[in-house]
């Protein structure tokens, strides 16, 4: 009960305490935006996506005291221009400057931009990462940092070289669920962690939507062990305060794909979700039928060609949609994680060992795929929605039991907004500065390589059939605890 309350009482006072790990990689935003005299940092974004979004409501609304959006880019300019427009008509303010992503660096110099946001598509963000911290700017880039060893190494390069700061923007750490297990963890409720087993399902809908994008190509994404497990790797290195040291993968494309769906007798395909006849295909997103989908991405492939509904059945897919890893940790622990992107029901299940007992969160983000928004709420993590299931239902449990002990169940507290509300928290973070945070959930650029560099091992293990420690990757850097 005693630990119950310490648990409850350190969600109410949560403040912020910088990660030991990553400290000496970030300069403190929030010193640098309150300084006297010092005005609101000026940001400029490139890759106005689906993801931009939240990052321009959040700078012309809660955080427009602290920070200013200069400009936006991206390689679309229709994309930039429904951005212009939600500005104007929805939020209000005056249109922004743009410039094309090849003048990034020019820009940055020209207007004294303090700090840019990066939500282009993996493959890119090494590279825009590295100009924009020699031109003088910090950097806010999402998850994953970047998808490969030649990204990481030129990111540390560039770090090391202009001393600048780089945000990996993990927004799983603040789901209010996710943070509990780490206060469960941290406390010492389970004692010393020994082992934690941790499987993440993506079901026909949010799963599928990778298989339709431009993440199917490994090229672009690093697979989903870089672009989508590098969300979980954050969390359990962060939930655990460990370092991983030695990954063994295995897994490959067994549902989606052209070989897949010949093999069980789908027949013809569409060739993509968006053209008449496809009703009632599960497997089919029809762009029209939502209207920002619509407005961001079918009515700009005149600029690009870039189709954002592919048929999930069709020839090109060279990532995989079943994994399972093995991962030692530099402190003892062993980690075995699974990814299945196919299952009728989406969320995860995650269990920690200890030498004083267990903890097992249980996650469901979408009990089923039925019902009339299957196509449309691509991902129930942002966007909770309730679905029909007699068994299943839409819910987030954390059981903790100690040795020789009846378990019991933490208290999760939710706030407004997507992920819980550990949204808006990040967004407060990264926007106000982080202070002290006794759960050390803001992230530099080391929380951004340790979590890329299992999906990068795990990538060359699939490769080559052994295990891969990540030491010996070359990524320009000891990540490992002694360094
Ligand atoms: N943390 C999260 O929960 C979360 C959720 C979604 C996406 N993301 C991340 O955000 C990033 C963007 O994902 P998204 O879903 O918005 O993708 P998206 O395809 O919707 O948007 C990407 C944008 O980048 C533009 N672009 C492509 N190549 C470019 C280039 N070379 N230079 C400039 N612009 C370019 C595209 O035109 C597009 O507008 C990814 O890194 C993804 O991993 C994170």
Sequence with gaps: MAVKRFIFSLWKGASHMVNVDTA???????????????????????????????????????????????????????????????????LGAKAVASFEPSELTQFIKANGIDRVIITTPDYTHADYIVQALEAGADVVVEKPLTIDVEGCRRITQAVAATGRNVVVTFNYRYSPRNSALKEIIQAGVIGKVTSIDFGWVLDTVHGADYFRRWHR?????????????SHH??????????????VYAS??????????AAERGLGARPERG????????????????????????????????????QDVFAEGITIEDNLALTVDYDGGPTLSYSLNAHSPWEGYRVAVNGTEGRAE?????????VGSDKKTVVDPSATPIEEEDAVRRNGERLVVQRHWEAAYEVPIINGEGG???????????????????????PSGYVDGLRSVSVGIAGNKSLETGLPVRIGELGLGIDLSRQA
């Design 233 to 246: 790797f954050d969390l359990v290195n962060w939930w655990i305060d460990d370092v991983p040291q030695r």
């Design 24 to 90: 000496e990689t970030r300069t403190d935003a929030a010193t640098q935006q309150n300084a006297p005299g010092h005005g609101r940092t000026r940001f400029a974004l490139i890759g106005t996506g689906g993801r931009s979004e939240m990052y321009i409501r959040a700078i012309f609304g809660p955080h427009g005291d602290t920070a200013e959006l200069v400009a936006l880019s991206d390689a679309n300019p229709g994309r930039v221009d429904f951005y212009q427009n939600l500005i104007q008509q929805e």
């Design 419 to 441: 992920h819980g509300g550990g949204d808006n928290l990040l967004l407060s973070d990264l926007f106000n500065g982080p202070g002290e945070d006794p759960l050390g959930r």
């Design 274 to 309: 968006t053209q008449d006849g496809t009703a009632g295909d599960p497997f089919v997103l029809d762009l029209r039928d939502d209207e920002r989908l619509k407005a961001l991405y079918y009515d700009n492939e005149k600029f690009d060609g870039y189709r954002r509904d």
């Design 217 to 229: 190509d490994k090229k672009n994404s690093g697979g989903l062990l870089v672009h989508k497990a």
């Design 361 to 369: 969160l249980e996650v469901v983000e979408r009990a089923a795929v």
């Design 251 to 260: 897994g490959g494309l067994r549902f989606y794909g052209e070989k897949n």
